[in-house]
């Protein structure tokens, strides 16, 4: 999220035409077309997705500032003189969570990754038996919670120290609470 991205169409011969197309998750479809006859580019795409040239390379289309709005197909067609050529990507837009760890009223570790895409994953130092609760939004992105459950042994506990460290596409974290 946040990020900007660049898909590449293949350039093989003399381009005369080039089509994107997209198919998001959520909203309706929008196209780019660009005419090499009148160096023009024509479309209903956000003001965020744009093609771009630039000398020695195939042409891209680039989305600045990705979000989870345009996760989904995106489908270039190139007409050259040698024929036409599809490329076909699937972006997928990872949104990192918010990762906190308290105690709460009862002075149990509570560790909690929020809005993360896709869930992150919580575990615990010294392992805990505890299951992470998870909890999905509308914008598709997932808040998992998890409370820490000590082990005792001969009535008191094994650590004052729990560390706890959440696991994510996008980047791990790790916090320690007394």
């Known amino acids: 999220v946040g990020d900007s991205s660049v898909l590449t169409c ?3 011969g003399s381009m005369t035409m080039l089509t994107w197309i997209t198919s998001p998750k959520a909203g309706g479809p929008c196209s780019l077309v660009y005419r090499a006859d009148r160096n023009v580019t024509e479309g209903n795409c956000s ?5 771009t040239f630039r000398p020695g390379q ?7 500032q990705a979000g989870i709005a345009q996760e989904g197909n995106f489908t270039c067609e190139m007409a050259s003189v040698e024929g036409v050529f599809h490329m076909t990507y699937h972006l997928t837009v990872l ?3 918010r990762p906190s760890l308290y105690c709460d009223e009862q002075g ?3 560790c909690k990754a929020a809005a993360g895409k896709p869930p992150a994953q919580l575990s615990w130092v010294p392992e ?3 299951t ?3 909890k999905g939004h509308d914008n598709g992105t997932v ?3 998890s409370r820490f459950t000590a082990g005792i042994t001969g009535g008191t506990n094994m650590t004052s120290v729990t560390t706890c460290m959440v696991f994510h596409p996008a980047g791990n974290w790790s916090q320690s609470i007394a």
């Open 10 to 12: 293949p350039l093989k």
């Open 58 to 64: 195939a042409p891209a289309l680039e989305i600045q």
């Open 132 to 134: 992470a609760e998870e």
């Open 95 to 97: 949104a990192p969570p």
């Open 128 to 130: 805990s038996s505890s």
């Open 143 to 145: 808040t998992v919670l």
């Open 47 to 51: 003001d965020n997705i744009n093609l």
């Open 108 to 110: 149990s570790p509570v």
